[in-house]
C-alpha cells in the first residue's frame, strides 16, 4: 500500500490557496485611479500581505511533517490555478505571462519556506 499522505497534502494546501486567493484577491477587479491620473491596483499591499499570511502556516505545518516538496507544489499550484481563472478575461492574452511569474515566485517563495522548515524540523527530531 503507498503512503498517499503527500497527495493529499499537496491537494488539501492548492484547495486553500485557491480559497485564500479568491478570498483576499478575486473579489479585487478594480484599478484605482489617483488625481494626477496614475494608476495602480486592482490589489492593495494588505491583501498580498493577508494571502501570504494566510498560506505561511499552512505550509509551515506541512513541511514540519516532512512533506514540503508537497506543501511547496500544492499552495503554487492552487495559486497558479487561481491567478489562470482570474485572469483569463485579460484579451491580450499576457495573463498567461502574469500566470507564470506566479507560478515561478509562488514556487521559490514557498520551496524556501519549505526547505527552511524542513532543516529545523530535522535539526529538532534527527
Avoid at 499522505?5 to 485564500?20: D, F, R
Avoid at 488625481?35 to 494571502?51: F, T
Avoid at 487561481?82 to 495573463?95: E, K, M, N, P, T
Wanted: neutral net charge.
Amino acid at each position: 500500500m503507498t503512503n498517499r499522505l503527500p497527495q493529499t497534502t499537496a491537494l488539501l494546501l492548492a484547495l486553500l490557496a485557491a480559497t485564500a486567493w479568491a478570498g483576499w484577491l478575486g473579489w479585487d477587479q478594480q484599478r484605482d485611479v489617483h488625481p494626477d491620473g496614475s494608476v495602480s491596483g486592482p490589489y492593495e499591499a494588505w491583501q498580498v500581505i493577508g494571502l501570504a499570511l494566510t498560506l505561511l502556516p499552512a505550509v509551515v505545518w506541512a513541511a514540519a511533517r516532512r512533506h514540503g516538496a508537497a506543501a511547496a507544489l500544492g499552495t503554487s499550484a492552487g495559486l497558479t490555478l487561481a491567478v489562470a481563472l482570474d485572469w483569463s478575461d485579460d484579451g491580450s492574452g499576457l495573463f498567461l505571462v502574469g500566470a507564470a511569474m506566479v507560478a515561478v515566485g509562488s514556487l521559490a517563495a514557498t520551496g524556501v519556506v519549505a526547505g527552511l522548515t524542513t532543516a529545523a524540523a530535522r535539526a529538532v527530531r534527527p
